[in-house]
């Protein structure tokens, strides 16, 4: 134990109390708030969800008659200003769970504050505001984080040792498809999808998955989509989109790859979220599939509307231990849990005037640092871009990336 902190803290604030909150960070913070955090690294430290900041507030009211005895009480802002209100907490993180097109000013105001920052994928939505976040982190000395937490995915795992390994040897080609149901768009996020595509929400995780695992440089940029059902057919707002994206490697061979979404697959399908990826390689092939690797589950009366057929332990789960304990886990969690230590390490992990350097070996950890995220965000700001032209007439546009800027043929 670190003996100069003995039950030092990390002070935590919560910036959206949405789904995305009640499955991952929530039982996060009420498993760390019972257990503790502790690393031979930083010692014995205490993780305290202290502040949130909410549009309504009506969900963070909620929570708190909910978490009484489970967490300690916090305090709740709500409206236009709820996140500066939040910040005057003293707070060590904050973490941003919002719409994708709120990410950034949240995440600015958090930065500029002195606090590190973890936020949900995509972390903005175009290289202009990827630079200003990861210019202010480098200039306050903070992490600057995004959660990709499909990167925790065992088989993604997997799927990295073999590339890494050399195992499977240089990709040639790769399809991934991500399908959800109406409801998604209908209900859990119809808040997050006027003049959205489920592209942006969802491609995003093998982008990343493309980007970190393959390496290489992103040249090209395709994309189209499909509008009408959950919002106006000459609109701005997409059920489906299939987007193209080709890498450059060293060798000076390319590599193609393809991630179809939508989210207007039919409720009752019995997969829920169907998630599909094919790579093929010099000497392999790697499949994954979402709903083969699984459980199938039947229950009278509930499957597939009120339980589905296949579910997805992996991702974040609700179990009864064998030793009788209540608990909830999965890579969907380790991942907050991952960047609290990351935290805790760089705060707590040594002496002072060693911060630097402990900040330093963090953010080389570019699974998750906002300085490794660029082409992820360049892919995404290309698709926004193309869709836009696309509904005002102009489809079929190809975007282009050089390293530092998009250009639009």
């Known amino acids: 134990m670190n003996s100069q902190n003995p039950r030092a803290q990390l002070r935590a604030g919560m910036v ?73 907490e003293n707070l060590t993180f904050a973490c941003v769970a919002t719409p994708d097109d709120r990410h950034f000013e949240a995440s600015k105001a958090i930065l500029k504050a002195g606090v590190h920052l973890l936020v949900e994928k995509p972390s903005v939505l175009t290289l202009q505001e990827i630079d200003q976040l990861n210019a202010i982190a480098e200039e306050k000395g903070l992490l600057a984080r995004v959660v990709y937490h499909k990167l925790l995915d065992p088989d993604h795992k997997k799927l990295r040792t073999l590339v890494h390994d050399n195992v499977l040897k240089h990709v040639n080609n790769g399809y991934c498809s991500l399908l959800e149901p109406r409801q998604i768009s209908g209900s859990q996020f119809s808040e997050w999808i006027t003049g959205r595509n489920p592209g942006t929400y969802v491609a995003v995780h093998y982008i990343k998955l493309i980007d970190f695992t393959f390496g290489g440089r992103l040249k090209t940029v395709m994309c189209t989509g499909q509008r009408g059902l959950v919002g106006p057919k000459d609109g701005n707002t997409w059920d489906s989109c299939q987007l193209r994206l080709i890498y450059e490697y060293e060798s000076g061979r390319e590599a193609a790859f393809d991630i179809h979404t939508s989210w207007v697959t039919p409720d009752n399908f019995p997969g829920y979220v169907e998630q599909e990826v094919q790579f093929r390689f010099d000497n392999g092939i790697w499949n994954g599939h979402s709903r083969k690797r699984g459980v199938e589950l039947t229950v009278e009366n509930m499957t597939p509307l009120k339980m589905k057929n296949t579910i997805n332990n992996h991702y974040n789960g609700s179990f009864l231990e064998p030793w009788g304990e209540r608990s909830q886990r999965g890579y969907g969690i380790e991942v907050i849990d991952r960047f609290a230590r990351e935290v805790a390490f760089v705060e707590h992990g040594g002496p002072a005037n060693q911060r630097s350097q402990r900040l330093a070996e963090i953010r080389k950890l570019d699974y998750a640092d906002l300085a490794a995220d660029r082409q992820v965000v360049a892919a995404v700001q290309a698709m926004e871009m193309i869709l836009e032209q696309q509904a005002k007439g102009n489809p079929d546009r190809v975007a282009r990336y050089d390293g530092r800027n998009l250009t639009l043929s």
């Open 16 to 88: 959206g109390m949405g789904m995305i909150f009640d499955e991952t960070y929530r039982p996060f913070f009420e498993s760390v708030h019972a257990k503790g955090l502790y690393d031979r690294r930083f010692g014995d430290l205490d993780v305290t969800m202290v502040a949130v900041a909410s549009k309504t507030g009506q969900r963070a009211d909620r929570y708190l008659e909910q978490s009484k005895g489970k967490i300690p009480t916090f305090k709740s802002f709500r409206g236009d200003d709820a996140v500066q209100q939040m910040l005057g």
